[in-house]
């Protein structure tokens, strides 16, 4: 069948993955090659990437929202989505539609099939994709999020004004491997040459620093730079470095949890210095931190919400040290509930487990259905040998019913969703079904 950019997205979507069933296919000389003969290699306008383990998505959410408060028009690259692949392309934080991405899409393979009919994965894709569509909009700055390690990663064509570096910890073993400073070593070459840098990572892998010294990276760095200091109702940011100002009392970000600060610090120090180095010539006050730090919205990070009686959590966390901040927060409100969990088989979900199994006191296991999910047996088993009571653990064929279980519990008033991307979007898919509508 030949698509056009009249052709469905799900359509779309479906081909990509039939053409490269490989979800991931690490290099970057075809997704080059293509941009290349698209003219996308240099975007005009000023281009922020941002890599790490976890907190990317949260770090965009509060970039963009601080530079939307300050009167600039920002367009985001993430990924994953969650209920929709639209969610991947945001221009002030409103999804481009349906054809402005087949249209995207329709041009792309016009190239590829021109460019030695290259094979291009769904997410060099969708990269291309974004690139293009935000091409053709006037727009301030371009948020770019590094979908896997970096060096590697489709985004990385670019080369970006500024790079932004989070969290790093283990994840992605069989691609990145499980040695910390190699991980980090992938992470830093989304770095350039006299490029500006920050990582918020206050306990970051060597070979961050490393790689930036060796590269005459323009590197700020997280307790050596900056660092910060929370207060009951708001933080205060402190400078270490003569280049930044410190900043008393700015309001507590609106996403949950006390790691969101650190990755504020990393967002406040990155706009402070791309204002006083002149790279962006952006006129961002303390009212504008402030309104973009009150406004941010992430759907499934530490999201909480009341469904009749019970109370319910949702995070994606999906890796061991998501986890660990996952259970920091169940400790800090006291959570005792029920876990609708499930994870992907490449994950330590053994560790994953028994970081939140303190906080549980019912397992609603389920298939994910997706091709890396581990097998439910499998899951069974592992909870039964870290020490949960077999009959506290209920299995499910899927999410779905997981979830329509779980909200007709009376006798747990609240409810954590965790484990996995595909754990929270198939859970917010069931209750949309079931006509309960989640803000974000």
């Not at 069948?1 to 296919?25: F, K, Y």
Request: hydrophobic share 45%.
């Amino acid at each position: 069948m030949q698509l056009t950019a009249n052709s469905s997205l799900q359509s779309w979507l479906n081909w990509l993955l039939s053409i490269h069933p490989q979800e991931i296919d690490l290099g970057l000389d075809r997704v080059r090659q293509v941009a290349k003969n698209m003219g996308l290699l240099n975007p005009k306008p000023l281009v922020i990437m941002v890599a790490g383990t976890n907190g990317k998505g949260s770090s965009i959410a509060m970039l963009s929202s601080i530079y939307q408060a300050a009167g600039y028009k920002v367009a985001c690259y993430t990924s994953p989505h969650l209920l929709k692949f639209n969610e991947r392309f945001q221009i002030n934080n409103k999804q481009v539609t349906d054809l402005e991405i087949t249209t995207a899409f329709a041009e792309i393979e016009h190239f590829r099939k021109k460019t030695a009919d290259i094979k291009l994965t769904y997410f060099e894709f969708a990269t291309l994709a974004a690139l293009k569509i935000f091409a053709q909009k006037k727009i301030d700055l371009i948020i770019l999020e590094v979908g896997l390690g970096g060096r590697l990663d489709a985004v990385n064509i670019i080369d970006a004004d500024a790079t932004l570096i989070t969290s790093i910890g283990v994840d992605h073993v069989d691609w990145l491997g499980s040695d910390i400073e190699n991980i980090g070593k992938e992470k830093a070459a989304i770095m350039r040459e006299a490029k500006l840098s920050v990582c918020s990572d206050p306990s970051a892998p060597n070979s961050i620093n490393n790689y930036a010294l060796q590269n005459n990276v323009d590197f700020i760095a997280a307790a050596k730079d900056f660092s910060f200091n929370i207060k009951q109702n708001s933080w205060d940011f402190i400078s270490l470095n003569n280049s930044l100002l410190s900043i008393k009392n700015l309001v507590l970000p609106n996403i949950q949890g006390d790691f969101q600060i650190q990755n504020a610090a990393g967002v406040v120090t990155l706009v402070l210095l791309l204002q006083s180095k002149n790279i962006f010539k952006a006129a961002v006050k303390i009212e504008d931190f402030n309104k973009g730090f009150q406004k941010v919205n992430h759907l499934g990070r530490l999201q909480s919400f009341t469904i009749g009686q019970q109370s319910w959590l949702v995070d994606v966390a999906h890796n061991v040290q998501s986890m660990r901040v996952l259970a920091e927060y169940l400790q800090q409100i006291n959570f005792k509930g029920i876990a609708i969990f499930s994870a992907l088989n490449d994950k330590d979900y053994v560790n994953m487990l028994l970081t939140i199994k303190p906080f549980i006191t019912n397992w609603y296991i389920a298939d994910l259905q997706v091709t890396r999910s581990i097998p439910i047996a499998i899951l069974q088993k592992t909870l039964i040998k870290i020490g949960v009571e077999e009959g506290l653990i209920n299995i499910f064929e899927n999410i779905d019913k997981a979830t329509t279980c779980a909200l007709n519990e009376t006798n747990s008033l609240n409810v954590l969703v965790c484990g996995s991307f595909f754990s929270v979007a198939q859970c917010y898919t069931a209750l949309q079904k079931l006509g309960i509508r989640i803000n974000g």
